[in-house]
């Protein structure tokens, strides 16, 4: 057999096989070092996970003989010098925890294994192993001062290495220090004082994913009575995770600590801080209630009124409980001690809710860069649940895009300038979020500019799906199309529709059609874009239930190729667009857009039956979620002015009654007005009087409200109105909307034969 159909055996899973014919190769070719690496593996995975002893007895005949004649063949090999090292320093950890004496390392062989780490750390790309596996030797073999010593040249090595990438660096050093802590500690080796310098000297730049090391470490700075150094420790472990057992059980054991030590006369806003945060965050596994933490800052506030986490938790509780008012003055005065971003959104929204006044000026904060994102979030999530007037809106959006573009430069100081404390937490992905968040806020203001910049800026960081969405949104509303085809390009090299969201992916091919229209590249772009048009209604065919949140996707990857189709044949004749819709709606009778067209198309050639089939067949297929407000305010207006020009003026009536309300508060002043005139209209020719009065006192109001001068419009009204008084009877007033309309010099004609016929009304509304 061959090496791909050896392969084809280890990785379906038939193991047996596959060893038994690798080993025939093997005796064939038993220098055949893929081969022997392959039957290294497969041996070791046949046993793994058994009995320790086993795994031992296995590697001991086959494995670890394989893989050191492969490394005698290939001393750089790096794949067979990592998984020796590992499998053995696993194995012996099995053997020691069972209590088994065997040794795959022993003080006869340990400078064999010390060399293959030592090959790994000479390799930049695997050093990091390397050291790791060399410390691992030294403490299975008991040498504590190479522990130390090669803990020290690998954080050495880990600080030059990964000099421009101090996420790495921050992570690797905090492993291997906790390691020289804990040996140290341990094992007594230095004084009390020098660990607590050991301490104090590298707090600021731990960034340890296990919470339970920072607890380690305020035990030892506690011990050593260094209440400055416990108190930065455990300042650094509640923005952790703070999930594990383990972890919980040390937060309470430190609040009753606290307790004491406050009992004892210690006032300390950072014991405060930390004592509140764990009562608001974990008061059941301290069997208090929901409320204590709030109570709590109450009492201390009536003796110590200077302290920032007192004002802040307490204002943090009743903005919780929708208490907004309550909670202003509190949020207020921590504040004023100390600015915080989580503090100062919590009075930003309390103020707006309480007031309706939104604060334009935007506070310079301290706070790590992460927690600056995550207040960003929290407050679009506020915005887009809660604000909907539009002056409000662009207000709380730039108060949003303020505050995403501080966290960006604190990620951009965190990680160019080494700013700010360590914080495993505040990754590079984490700033890449804050890139993809603070761009679309870019692009909503326009900047698209900066916003391509800030995203370029995300995908140095981290590959995030999110930034290539909005990278090409952005490119593309720049109509910058060069740089849109690349990224397109770059897109669908990374991402397939399986592994990506198939919405997006769906917009993304749409995309790339626009980007090939806008670059002129349109030989056969109709072809095209009907050919993934038809994809995209067909799909929804076989999948009718798409969730509401992938809906919108999917409609905007749609209306992208609607648009572009109904940009290609905006030139065509009419006759020419209707035959094309009309297919359309043949074939797919549940889609909106050629309904939409139609409708426009109808009204132009005044087809007025058809106008209001294709607006109704538009609203019933367009889903109420989704629809913009303006387009169904002006498809009802085509549907209400259709009733009028087929003289179904009964029905035109009840519909404009019926949605009145809706275009009023859809439709902007000149459209409402338009709206209101063919109301009227069908009043009129309804012989309605009572609300052909009403509602033209109504466009009145609105004239006189937007101080709106004298047009066709106010006049087309007062027309109708006079004729409508004047046939009720009423003269005088009749003449008086008349004699408005007479007023202006180019008046329309059928007001001067009002003027002469209107002297009999009893014989002209014999005619009526």
Request: one cysteine or more; glycine letters at 4%; a negative charge.
């Amino acid at each position: 057999m061959n090496i791909e159909e050896l392969e084809n055996l280890f990785y379906s899973g038939d193991l047996a096989l596959c060893i038994e014919e690798g080993e025939q190769h093997l005796k064939n070719h038993p220098d055949d070092t893929t081969v022997l690496f392959l039957m290294a593996i497969a041996h070791y995975d046949y046993v793994y996970p058994g009995h320790p002893e086993l795994v031992y007895d296995t590697m001991n005949q086959f494995t670890v003989p394989y893989l050191k004649k492969i490394i005698s063949l290939e001393p750089e090999n790096s794949e067979a010098l990592q998984h020796i090292l590992s499998y053995a320093l696993n194995n012996d950890y099995n053997l020691a925890y069972i209590n088994l004496s065997k040794r795959h390392i022993t003080a006869e062989n340990r400078n064999d294994y010390i060399g293959y780490a030592q090959r790994l750390i000479q390799d930049p790309n695997h050093a990091t192993s390397g050291y790791d596996f060399l410390i691992r030797i030294y403490e299975s073999v008991g040498e504590k001062a190479a522990v130390l010593k090669t803990l020290d040249e690998a954080m050495a090595f880990f600080t030059t290495y990964f000099t421009a990438d101090r996420e790495q660096r921050d992570q690797y050093n905090a492993i291997f220090l906790m390691k020289k802590i804990y040996l140290l500690q341990e094992n007594k080796l230095i004084s009390p004082d020098a660990i607590i310098q050991v301490i104090a000297d590298h707090i600021q730049n731990i960034a340890s994913d296990d919470d339970s090391d920072y607890l380690y470490l305020a035990e030892i700075a506690f011990e050593n009575e260094d209440m400055a150094l416990t108190k930065a420790i455990l300042l650094k472990l509640i923005r952790g995770v703070n999930s594990k057992e383990d972890v919980l059980d040390g937060l309470v054991k430190w609040h009753q600590r606290f307790d004491k030590l406050i009992k004892n006369g210690l006032v300390d806003d950072d014991v405060f801080y930390f004592q509140l945060i764990v009562e608001r965050n974990h008061f059941e596994r301290m069997h208090l209630k929901a409320d204590f933490y709030y109570h709590h800052a109450l009492r201390l506030m009536e003796a110590h009124s200077d302290k920032f986490s007192l004002y802040h938790f307490a204002g943090t509780y009743l903005h919780e409980a929708a208490r907004h008012a309550e909670a202003l003055p509190l949020l207020s005065k921590a504040l004023e001690i100390k600015s915080a971003s989580i503090t100062w959104r919590r009075y930003f929204i309390s103020k707006y809710l309480v007031t309706g006044a939104i604060d334009l000026e935007l506070p310079t904060f301290e706070d790590l860069p992460r927690d600056l994102y995550n207040d960003g979030v929290e407050l679009s999530e506020f915005i887009t649940e809660e604000i909907t007037d539009p002056e409000d809106l662009a207000l709380f959006q730039a108060m949003l895009s303020g505050l995403y573009e501080q966290s960006f430069h604190a990620f951009q100081a965190y990680y160019e300038e080494g700013s700010y404390e360590s914080d495993y937490l505040g990754s590079r992905h984490n700033w890449a979020m804050c890139c993809n968040n603070y761009s679309i806020e870019l692009i909503k203001n326009g900047c698209y500019g900066t916003a391509v910049d800030v995203i370029h800026t995300g995908l140095q960081n981290s590959e995030f799906e999110e930034l290539h969405h909005t990278l090409l949104d952005a490119l593309i509303k720049q109509e910058n199309y060069v740089d849109a085809k690349a990224a397109l390009a770059k897109f669908f090299r990374t991402y397939t529709a399986e592994d990506s969201n198939f919405y997006l992916y769906l917009k993304h091919q749409a995309d790339y059609l626009v980007v090939k229209n806008g670059l002129g590249e349109t030989e056969h772009i109709a072809d095209e874009a009907q050919e993934l048009l038809s994809k995209i209604y067909q799909h929804y065919i076989v999948n009718p239930d798409i969730s509401d949140y992938d809906f919108r996707d999917y409609e905007a990857a749609k209306n992208t190729v609607e648009g572009l189709l109904y940009d290609i044949y905006d030139d065509e004749r009419h006759d020419v667009k209707i035959a094309y819709y009309t297919h359309i709606i043949e074939q797919y009778p549940h889609e909106a857009h050629a309904p939409y067209v139609l409708m426009q198309i109808y009204n132009e050639l005044e087809d007025y039956k058809n106008v209001n089939h294709t607006a109704r067949l538009y609203l019933a297929n367009k889903k109420e979620f989704i629809i913009n407000a303006f387009d169904k305010a002006k498809t009802l207006y085509m549907i209400m002015k259709s009733h009028y020009f087929m003289e179904e003026y009964s029905a035109g009536i009840d519909f404009f009654t019926a949605q009145d309300a809706y275009c009023d508060e859809t439709f902007d002043a000149p459209e409402y007005l338009q709206w209101l005139l063919y109301g009227i209209k069908l009043f009129a020719a309804d012989n309605q009087l009572e609300p052909l009065l009403r509602y033209s006192n109504k466009l009145k109001h609105i004239y006189e409200t937007e101080d709106r001068g004298y047009d066709d419009t106010s006049e087309e009204v007062h027309l109708l109105v006079a004729k409508a008084l004047y046939v009720s009877g009423d003269l005088k007033q009749a003449h008086q909307h008349l004699d408005i309309v007479l007023g202006y010099s180019d008046h329309v004609a059928l007001a001067d034969e009002y003027k002469k016929t209107w002297k009999k009304p009893g014989l002209f509304s014999k005619l009526f």
